[in-house]
T-cell receptor
Framework: QKEVEQDPGPLSVPEGAIVSLNCTYSNSAFQYFMWYRQYSRKGPELLMYTYSSGNKEDGRFTAQVDKSSKYISLFIRDSQPSDSATYLCAMSQGPGTSYGKLTFGQGTILTVHP | DGGITQSPKYLFRKEGQNVTLSCEQN?????MYWYRQDPGQGLRLIYY???????QKGDIAEGYSVSREKKESFPLTVTSAQKNPTAFYLCAIGQGEQPQHFGDGTRLSIL
């Protein structure tokens, strides 16, 4: 079993829809959670960075962490065609460089059509 | 990403050949990382370095080598011992408690 599981999709939604992306994990030591967006042939770009359980909102994006269920989510409101990309969840036992290793999900391919 | 330069963008390897991928940064970050990305498998850590002249193996270090002679540079060599080198290689940098930031990658293919 992989440490982090993410539904690879692909996920296709109409413009304006609310998108929900999810990851589950098995290692209870994970404390720091990230969402990256990756456009085709580009490197991942950090979207959200959260610590422990709770919600964090940034514009149209909301990251949610439920440590008791070992489940994290990214919600995208009013989705736009420019949101079409692969979304990667990542997690770590420590902040930043203190632990070193990020563990990634497989990535979900999202397409938002006009 | 601004401040992280990976080159070349595309690279081809012949059988039995070693190739070196370049990663340079001008943000004065202490930590640098190499990941490999394959379809459907997310990113996997190859090597990382938190200070000059020191580096550690990641989850899939076999068939790869690195050096960290300068703070701004962390080249990755894919040796002939790596039997399945075709992948997208990503370099990342980190500083303190901030999350890692990535370059735009090098796509390696076999001739």
């Amino acid at each position: 079993q992989k440490e982090v599981e993410q539904d690879p999709g692909p996920l296709s939604v109409p413009e304006g829809a609310i998108v929900s992306l999810n990851c589950t994990y098995s290692n209870s030591a994970f404390q720091y959670f990230m969402w990256y967006r990756q456009y085709s042939r580009k490197g991942p770009e950090l979207l959200m960075y959260t610590y422990s359980s709770g919600n964090k909102e940034d514009g149209r994006f909301t990251a949610q962490v439920d440590k008791s269920s070992k489940y994290i989510s990214l919600f995208i409101r009013d989705s736009q065609p420019s949101d079409s990309a692969t979304y990667l969840c990542a997690m770590s036992q420590g902040p930043g460089t203190s632990y070193g290793k990020l563990t990634f999900g497989q990535g979900t391919i999202l397409t938002v059509h006009p | 990403d601004g401040g992280i330069t990976q080159s070349p963008k595309y690279l081809f390897r012949k059988e039995g050949q070693n190739v070196t991928l370049s990663c340079e940064q001008n943000l004065n970050h202490d930590a640098m990382y190499w990941y490999r990305q394959d379809p459907g498998q997310g990113l996997r850590l190859i090597y990382y370095s938190q200070i000059v002249n020191d580096f550690q193996k990641g989850d899939i270090a076999e068939g790869y080598s690195v050096s960290r002679e300068k703070k701004e540079s962390f080249p990755l060599t894919v040796t002939s011992a790596q039997k399945n080198p075709t992948a997208f290689y990503l370099c990342a940098i980190g500083q303190g408690e901030q999350p890692q930031h990535f370059g735009d990658g090098t796509r390696l293919s076999i001739l």
